[in-house]
């Protein structure tokens, strides 16, 4: 009887140690970005996950993602291609956990083209389109600029290298008016603080580059540029040499006279080189300006008939590193850097937030047709992983 007694106390223990054992189930708290589409990063904050990112399981809407970086509190992953709206599901030893909300698809669709063919990647390169072709080039890849583009042929989805100019830059200007490319200014030499004011036209025909009046402002890197009715306009940048650094100026650059005149200054939120501009139409330009993480800035308006600056509404996102644009048919894109793509309504003044495939600033844009297409750049840093300068070129399609 005591032999028996014992052994149940013995049992009793061993169901007590097994209960002590059992790790406390995951929780999710939070869901950030709670909408999206496939390949963004999408962080989770709860308790209890596994420290080890392959021992958790998670799905969204019933299909699973990758886990890219884990910590007992946060879970670090990518949505998965196919991504339909709908709860998030954490597992682990077992033990499961469903998001209160749904991560939310958005509308519009990205599709993986052909990689840059610089191995080493690019960001903060120029990019433009002319006719049917597409064209990147320059920026840099290990801190310091590059020579050359390449173009796109979305009809073969190829690249082929273009001439060099001679003059490595990044950061620079690039500007399309009649089938011509016009493009300079920007570094030389980021860790010398060294830039260029030179300025070219590119003939994608001859495949040539023809040097053109110098801009007449001071040097600088992160200058917008922007064309509206047959006329380039620049400005904007900064130099941290100079004093105040951040530039506000803008100046009208004339294809036909070779000619450069400066017209009014910018306000004064409007100054330095993380910037996004786009026109839609030949008369206006929209610009923005703020330092990264700045809190819903200002948009502005640049009317070229009156010379005159008016104040639209705040952006309804913060600005990030090394926004990007892109123009298709009557709208305008801001690929903000942050999972972010936003749509803006120039009728009603308004944005409304599209699809993004991932995290991504300082890259580049050119639009096709209907398509917009978006890449290169620098990604993100995990402590676990390293996803920072990139090759991979994607089609957007609205």
């Known amino acids: 009887m005591k032999k028996i007694f014992r052994f149940i106390i013995f049992l009793l223990i061993i169901s007590g140690c097994h209960k002590t054992n059992q790790p406390s189930p995951p929780a999710i708290l939070r869901v950030d970005p709670s909408a999206g589409a496939a390949g963004n990063y999408v962080f989770i904050y709860g308790s209890n996950f596994d420290t080890i990112a392959s021992n958790n399981l998670?799905?969204?809407?019933?299909?699973?993602?990758?886990?890219?970086?884990?910590?007992?509190?946060?879970?670090?992953?990518?949505?998965?291609?196919?991504?339909?709206?709908?709860?998030v599901t954490v597992s682990r030893h077992n033990q499961r956990t469903t998001s209160v909300n749904d991560f939310v698809v958005l509308p519009g669709s990205w599709t993986q083209k052909k990689d840059f063919p610089d191995i080493y990647g690019r960001f903060s390169a120029v990019g433009f389109s002319i006719g049917d072709k597409g064209y990147i080039g320059f920026g840099g890849n290990t801190g310091f600029p590059e020579d050359g583009l390449f173009m796109y042929d979305p009809s073969t989805n190829s690249w082929t290298q273009q001439a060099l100019l001679g003059i490595k830059m990044?950061?620079?200007?690039?500007?399309?008016?009649?089938?011509?490319?016009?493009?300079?200014i920007g570094y030389t030499d980021q860790n010398a603080n060294e830039y260029t004011n030179s300025f070219f036209e590119y003939d994608p025909v001859a495949n040539t580059y023809s040097p053109k009046a110098d801009f007449p402002g001071a040097g600088r890197f992160g200058a917008v540029g922007i064309a509206i009715n047959?006329?380039?306009?620049?400005?904007?940048?900064?130099?941290?040499?100079?004093?105040?650094?951040?530039?506000?100026?803008?100046?009208?650059?004339?294809?036909?006279?070779?000619?450069?005149?400066?017209?009014?200054?910018?306000?004064?939120?409007?100054?330095?080189?993380?910037?996004?501009?786009?026109?839609?139409?030949?008369?206006?330009?929209?610009?923005?300006?703020?330092?990264?993480?700045?809190?819903?800035?200002?948009?502005w308006l640049y009317n070229a008939n009156t010379d005159s600056w008016t104040q639209k509404n705040n952006l309804p996102f913060d600005l990030s590193w090394g926004p990007s644009t892109m123009v298709i048919g009557a709208n305008a894109y801001v690929l903000n850097g942050w999972d972010e793509n936003w749509l803006y309504n120039p009728s009603s003044d308004e944005w409304t937030q599209k699809a993004f495939f991932t995290s991504r600033m300082f890259g580049v844009s050119f639009v096709i047709g209907n398509k917009g297409y978006f890449g290169l750049g620098a990604g993100v840093q995990f402590p676990h992983a390293n996803h920072y300068i990139n090759t991979d070129v994607w089609e957007f399609t609205p």
């Open 58 to 87: 998670v799905s969204f809407n019933g299909i699973n993602a990758p886990v890219i970086d884990a910590s007992d509190s946060l879970l670090i992953v990518q949505a998965p291609a196919g991504v339909t709206t709908g709860k």
């Open 170 to 184: 990044q950061q620079a200007v690039a500007v399309t008016v009649n089938n011509k490319a016009y493009l300079g």
């Open 230 to 299: 047959n006329r380039i306009y620049v400005g904007l940048g900064a130099d941290p040499k100079s004093v105040p650094g951040d530039y506000s100026d803008l100046w009208q650059y004339d294809p036909v006279t070779n000619i450069w005149t400066r017209k009014a200054d910018a306000p004064p939120s409007v100054r330095g080189h993380n910037s996004f501009v786009f026109s839609l139409n030949d008369s206006t330009v929209y610009i923005c300006s703020g330092a990264p993480g700045q809190h819903q800035p200002a948009l």
